[in-house]
């Protein structure tokens, strides 16, 4: 990765976009680090989840709140992830493509620390935003 400074972005600069793909053995791995609930669930079982009326199973929201704090941290090595607010607006889906992306709508330095405000998106193939969110970050300022 890179060395990203405060100086170095605007307003209006674009993060990502980076593309994903989301398996169900990357939710059971998350949700065994997670403690979450053993056994077939929706977001675990196309089966379990048709039967609560889903058309199969879905990512966990907190899993996706985790792809979209990479998304921000895995910008550069300098970034560290201050806020992350998420509204959950659509299911996502298992394996199927998947864009996150951001961009940059505010930069300040507030009580010294240098911060970024940020959108941030993931969204499905057909370009439906399924969970859209608020950050803050925090940059390093060159010769600090």
Not at 37 to 46: A, C, H, I, Q
Not at 107 to 130: H, I, S
């Amino acid at each position: 990765m890179k060395e990203l400074y405060f100086e170095d972005v605007e307003i209006g600069d674009d993060i990502g976009p980076r593309e994903r793909v989301v398996d169900v053995a990357q939710v059971r791995r998350f949700m065994s680090v997670r403690g979450g609930t053993p056994g077939e669930s929706r977001f675990t079982s196309d089966e379990y989840a048709k039967k609560e009326g889903l058309a199969g199973a879905i990512v966990p929201g907190a899993m996706n709140i985790t792809i979209l704090s990479q998304l921000l941290t895995g910008w550069a090595d300098t970034v560290r992830l201050r806020k992350l607010d998420v509204v959950f607006r659509g299911m996502v889906p298992h394996n199927s493509p998947l864009t996150l992306s951001g961009i940059i709508t505010d930069k300040d330095v507030v009580g010294g620390e240098p911060r970024l405000e940020c959108d941030v998106f993931l969204q499905n193939e057909e370009g439906t935003r399924l969970v859209i969110g608020n950050a803050i970050v925090v940059l390093p300022m060159r010769g600090d």
